[in-house]
């Protein structure tokens, strides 16, 4: 499958590979110099990432940690930059660990070019996950 160039499909497509647990293709949609954002991280949370090697070793133990079912309530928004999309969505699943639910409500910020994603804020709220191994998860990178 030729992977998508055009920002919402490019993202409908991460999302797929999320589904299914291939984090390497995840972050082969990045472009090498990416900046992977955490604007409403707190204290002790990375906030920025730079570059797609950052964003591999972040997401490296994303399968061990979150267990995604599906992205119900997705919204695409196009904005006046045609590389650029604003994103509406639920992730939800379980927590491997603890086996809790998860559902977790994100707006995100993309801008992709040349069929690579360059720029992502992640405006989730982290502090409205429970504190186990998924929250030790989303510490890592500082």
Same mark, same amino acid.
């Given at each position: 499958?030729?992977?998508? !160039? #055009?920002?919402?499909?490019?993202?409908?497509?991460?999302? +797929?590979?999320?589904?299914?647990?291939? =984090?390497? &293709?995840?972050?082969?949609?990045?472009?090498?110099?990416?900046?992977?954002?955490?604007?409403?991280?707190?204290?002790?949370?990375?906030?920025?990432?730079?570059?797609?090697?950052?964003?591999?070793?972040?997401?490296?133990?994303?399968? *061990?940690? =979150?267990?995604?079912?599906?992205?119900? @309530?997705?919204? =695409?928004? #196009?904005?006046?930059?045609?590389? !650029? =999309?604003?994103?509406?969505?639920?992730?939800?699943?379980?927590?491997?660990?603890? #086996?809790?639910?998860? @559902?977790? !409500?994100?707006?995100?910020?993309?801008?992709? &070019?040349?069929? +690579?994603?360059?720029?992502?804020? @992640?405006?989730?709220?982290?502090?409205?996950?429970? #504190? @186990?191994?998924?929250? *030790?998860?989303?510490? +890592?990178?500082?």
């Amino acid at each position: 499958m030729t992977t998508p !160039t #055009q920002p919402a499909d490019l993202y409908r497509h991460s999302l +797929r590979l999320l589904l299914d647990k291939d =984090i390497p &293709a995840w972050v082969d949609l990045w472009d090498d110099d990416g900046v992977f954002e955490f604007p409403f991280a707190p204290e002790g949370w990375p906030r920025r990432l730079e570059g797609k090697a950052a964003v591999s070793d972040y997401m490296r133990g994303y399968p *061990d940690h =979150i267990e995604l079912h599906d992205f119900p @309530d997705l919204k =695409i928004h #196009q904005t006046g930059d045609p590389g !650029t =999309i604003v994103v509406e969505m639920r992730g939800v699943g379980r927590l491997v660990r603890s #086996q809790d639910p998860f @559902d977790m !409500t994100y707006i995100a910020v993309v801008s992709v &070019a040349n069929g +690579r994603i360059t720029h992502y804020r @992640d405006y989730w709220n982290p502090l409205a996950l429970p #504190q @186990d191994g998924a929250a *030790d998860f989303t510490r +890592r990178g500082r």
